[in-house]
T-cell receptor, first 116, second 115 residues
């Protein structure tokens, strides 16, 4: 079974600064997807960024980028130029690429607060 | 597209009552998922459907929970009878067939409180 661990229950950052959220995972699979989801106070789960394990290049989406270290099973999220609207819970998640076990396994989340 | 639509947004009920949560997936999506979020257990997959057929219901906690998808545009999650430990946020999500099946789009969730 896959597990996803987020070791930082809470973090805070000043507006316009950079912050990195950590995530590690455990799997015996070679092909899989990794995700970061954002859950603001509105409660909606929003996909921030996605990484395919077979791709060595780290994914980027505007101010959001990841540092994917496959051998270390590490998948951190970097938020640059933090904005007040980035305040939210952030969840790291794992999914197998193939097979019938088609489910997202989530970490417990990191509450990020962006301070003005 | 309006996205995944869930109703109601909030539901308060008494123990023993039947609760029905509703979901309308994004048009054209082939997969539909029901997740539950609690403080203790985080986000858990309850069940998912492919083309209206339940594929994996191993996450459904017990027989009090049932889910149906009578057509491609509607799904329900029913709890009967409800218990206080069922209090949680229930999310519905949908995703397309390849390519992009791994990109789940979530609804805003239903906050269920069982008193």
């Amino acid at each position: 079974a896959q597990t996803v661990t987020q070791s930082q229950p809470e973090m805070s950052v000043q507006e316009a600064e950079t912050v990195t959220l950590s995530c590690t995972y455990d799997t015996s699979e070679n092909n899989y997807y990794l995700f970061w989801y954002k859950q603001p106070p509105s409660r909606q789960m929003i996909l921030v960024i996605r990484q395919e394990a077979y791709k060595q290049q780290n994914a980027t989406e505007n101010r959001f980028s990841v540092n994917f270290q496959k051998a270390a099973k590490s998948f951190s999220l970097k938020i640059s130029d933090s904005q007040l609207g980035d305040t939210a819970m952030y969840f790291c998640a794992f999914m197998k690429s193939f097979g019938s076990n088609y489910k997202l396994t989530f970490g417990k989340g990191t509450l990020l607060t962006v301070n003005p | 597209d309006a996205g995944v639509i869930q109703s109601p947004r909030h539901e308060v009920t008494e123990m023993g009552q039947e609760v029905t949560l509703r979901c309308k997936p994004i048009s054209g999506h082939d997969y539909l998922f029901w997740y539950r979020q609690t403080m203790m257990r985080g986000l858990e997959l309850l069940i998912y459907f492919n083309n209206n057929v339940p594929i994996d219901d191993s996450g459904m906690p017990e027989d009090r929970f049932s889910a149906k998808m009578p057509n491609a545009s509607f799904s329900t999650l029913k709890i009967q009878p409800s218990e206080p430990r069922d209090s949680a946020v229930y999310f519905c999500a949908s995703s397309p067939l390849e390519p992009g099946r791994e990109k789940l789009f979530f609804g805003s969730g239903t906050q269920l409180s069982v008193l």
